[in-house]
């Protein structure tokens, strides 16, 4: 009996209108977000780091450092969501691709978080290395580039994967915006079935699945990393 009732609730979740491709098609949607949103959070925390780790060893670029507080403030104190709906009905309001609008207020996100991150990374570095560049030969920015990151970056490795983990997570809430992604396409089979079981478990399984192979990764890669110490 029990055998057939969850045979009869898969058919109709999953194969009956072909209702399993809004998984497949959300589950893709997710990582394409997750993937382009991670890169632009890189990219921009480690811009930010720089400049305010610049600023605070050197007094240096006191403007930038000014704009990317206001930056750190705003995005750190307002939720999330809040920023998604901003960037697609009032800043981006002439823009047709969702996907972009998605990309881009995850990106943004991220980044303030990953720029504190990468930061503190940079600052538990002892001063001395800088010394020891710059007494090399190198400039400001080689000795950054070459001597400061490399070891700033194993010291904040975990922190950094747990932010991507984070960041894919977050990503749950781009239904908001009509974007059909791997939460929104479970939340569709529900409301066509009325049957939340399924749909809704499938999805938290597979989010597990996903944070527990990237969290294998980080842990692999961290491994590796202090490895070539020896």
């Known amino acids: 009996m029990m055998l057939e009732m ?8 999953f194969i009956t209108d072909d209702r399993y491709l809004f998984i497949i098609n959300g589950f893709f949607t997710t990582l394409k977000i997750t993937f382009f949103a991670v890169l632009l959070g890189i990219a921009v925390g480690f811009l930010i780091a720089m400049i305010k780790a610049t600023h605070d060893m050197t007094g240096k ?9 206001i930056y750190l403030t705003i995005i750190r104190g307002t939720p999330t969501m809040v920023q998604l709906l ?3 009905f009032i800043v981006f309001a002439s823009v047709n691709n969702k996907t972009v609008v998605a990309i881009l207020a995850f990106g943004i ?13 940079i600052m538990s570095i002892d001063k001395g290395q800088m010394e020891a560049g710059r007494s090399l030969g190198f400039t400001y ?19 950094l994967g747990n932010e991507m983990i984070v ?12 974007i059909q992604d791997l939460t929104k396409g479970g939340d569709i089979i529900r409301s066509r079935t009325y049957d939340p079981y399924f749909p809704l478990l ?29």
Do not use: W
């Open 6 to 13: 969850l045979h009869d609730g898969f058919v109709r979740n």
């Open 86 to 88: 901003i960037l697609y």
């Open 141 to 159: 920015i080689q000795t950054m580039l070459y001597v400061i990151l490399p070891q700033a970056f194993k010291n904040v490795l975990p922190a």
């Open 61 to 69: 670029l006191k403007l930038p450092n000014v704009i990317c507080n």
């Open 109 to 121: 996100n991220s980044g303030a978080y990953v720029a504190e991150i990468v930061r503190s990374g």
């Open 167 to 178: 960041l894919l997570k977050e990503t749950a809430i781009s239904g908001y915006i009509a």
């Open 202 to 230: 499938t999805v938290a399984a597979i989010y597990l699945i996903i944070v527990m192979i990237m969290s294998a990764g980080v842990n692999r890669l961290e491994r590796r990393l202090r490895n070539s110490d020896h």
